[in-house]
């Protein structure tokens, strides 16, 4: 059952879950979705009375799960339009041609497409190797550093994706996803990230420990997550 909450003059919706536990269960899930588990016999008041007691852990929760991406309608791929690619604009070019190629001449992507081509999915093609590349680079950097901290030789296994609400996640069996649209960031707010997963390697919720890691292995990273989410425009 979908029910809203106000907590200050922010209105939180929750899902209700009724079941046979005996306790109230209050969850923000990694879309950013708060979950609440209570018996049948715990009226809504009583449950929202609850609630609003935890109200400043929720807050925060949903702000830290949720997006603080800004997220921007698909792109077109045509000429003119304007991508960023490592944290510069550039402009798109795309013109006919008998061979496909892609590449950067001054602030231009310079996209060479036969007649045959789909655009978007060249141009992806081209961005997610030209991050992947990145990602590589840094990845060994980053795990240089991780491994001298922690002296655990690790080699988790990274995946680029397309993901909605998150730059990167960390699942419990150690599998590392980035987000595609990363390529628009800076290469320093993408080591962050790589830096920021690492650490969940170690410490799975962002905990007191967590933070005191992540600083040493990326000693400016509030910075940088500044920067990645208020001024890195990703797209649908
Ligand atoms: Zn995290």
């Known amino acids: 059952m979908k029910n809203v909450i106000q907590f200050g003059d922010q209105q939180v919706s929750?899902?209700?879950?009724?079941?046979?536990?005996?306790?109230?269960?209050?969850?923000?899930n990694s879309d950013g979705q708060l979950i609440v588990t209570a018996p049948d016999y715990i009226p809504i008041d009583k449950i929202e009375w609850a609630l609003d007691k935890r109200q400043s852990w929720i807050l925060e929760k949903i702000k830290e799960k949720s997006d603080n991406l800004q997220i921007q309608p698909k792109r077109k791929y045509v000429s003119g339009e304007s991508i960023n690619l490592f944290g510069r604009q550039y402009y798109l070019k795309i013109v006919e041609s008998d061979t496909?190629?892609?590449?950067?001449?001054?602030?231009?992507?310079?996209?060479?497409?036969?007649?045959?081509?789909?655009?978007r999915e060249k141009i992806e093609d081209w961005l997610l190797k030209e991050l992947n590349n990145v990602v590589s680079n840094k990845l060994e950097t980053c795990l240089g550093r991780f491994n001298d901290i922690h002296e655990i030789v690790q080699n988790p296994i990274f995946k680029i994706k397309r993901m909605k609400r998150r730059w990167g996640s960390c699942s419990a069996k150690g599998e590392i996803s980035l987000n595609f649209n990363l390529f628009a960031a800076p290469a320093e707010c993408i080591e962050y990230i790589i830096c920021h997963e690492l650490t969940h390697l170690i410490h799975p919720n962002h905990s007191d420990e967590f933070y005191h890691s992540l600083k040493r292995l990326c000693p400016n990273y509030q910075a940088l997550k500044t920067q990645l989410d208020d001024k890195t425009v990703i797209y649908d």
Do not use: H
């Open 14 to 28: 929750y899902l209700l879950k009724r079941s046979k536990r005996k306790s109230l269960g209050i969850e923000v």
């Open 100 to 119: 496909s190629s892609i590449s950067i001449v001054d602030d231009q992507i310079m996209a060479s497409l036969a007649s045959e081509d789909d655009p």
